[in-house]
T-cell receptor
């Protein structure tokens, strides 16, 4: 049973528009949620996180929203830039321990 | 600057051989993790450690082992490599005690088992 799911394998948006990446989870014990960005042939890098006690966290062009009742979180990128083209992984952890990852969403931002 | 390094970056081996992938971090993090990534899949946890002499199995631990003799290193050993273990392996570390759980990843080790 996959505890963290990213149901959209890919997303394509125009430069300057908003990108919305979605993630669903099933384990109600998760208390921290993180997004990672991965370029080809590189390791993932941390992007933004949110605690389960919050419903929104913003960092520059990146905002993560958490809906605990729906067990759903989303990452908004505004405005999208070609350099944002990468694979985005959603992850969740309990007490900041081991993280469980989704399968990733490949974002393509077209100039 | 603190960092996490993996070696080798690329390895080709034969079925049945023992293989060890090295992971070394200079962050002085207590927590270290090994993940594998396969095409079309996310990162799946193999083994992890919360400190020296502590090791734990992840969701896909069969055929793999780790040991933690110091803070900096968590080598991953494939006792008898199988073609199903062809994958990209990522080592990661994180701080403790409690924090966001943000992981710092290495560049990855691509292993091919023929």
């Amino acid at each position: 049973d996959q505890q963290v799911k990213q149901n959209s394998p890919s997303l394509s948006v125009q430069e300057g528009r908003i990108s919305i990446l979605n993630c669903d989870y099933t384990n109600s014990m998760f208390d921290y949620f993180l997004w990672y960005k991965k370029y080809p042939a590189e390791g993932p890098t941390f992007l933004i996180s949110i605690s389960s006690i919050k419903d929104k966290n913003e960092d520059g062009r990146f905002t993560v929203f958490l809906n605990k009742s729906a067990k759903h979180l989303s990452l908004h990128i505004v405005p999208s830039q070609p350099g944002d083209s990468a694979v985005y992984f959603c992850a969740a952890s309990v007490n900041a321990g081991k993280s469980t990852f989704g399968d990733g969403t490949t974002l393509t931002v077209k100039p | 600057d603190a960092e996490i390094t993996q070696s080798p970056r690329h390895k080709i081996t034969e079925t049945g051989r023992q293989v060890t992938l090295a992971c070394h971090q200079t962050w002085n993090h207590n927590n270290m993790f090994w993940y594998r990534q396969d095409l079309g899949h996310g990162l799946r946890l193999i083994h992890y450690s919360y400190g020296v002499h502590d090791t734990n199995k992840g969701e896909v631990s069969d055929g793999y082992s780790v040991s933690r003799s110091n803070t900096e290193d968590l080598p991953l050993t494939l006792e008898s490599a199988a073609s199903s273990q062809t994958s990209v392996y990522f080592c990661a570390s994180s701080e403790s005690p409690l924090n966001t759980g943000e992981l710092f990843f290495g560049e990855g080790s691509r292993l091919t088992v023929l």
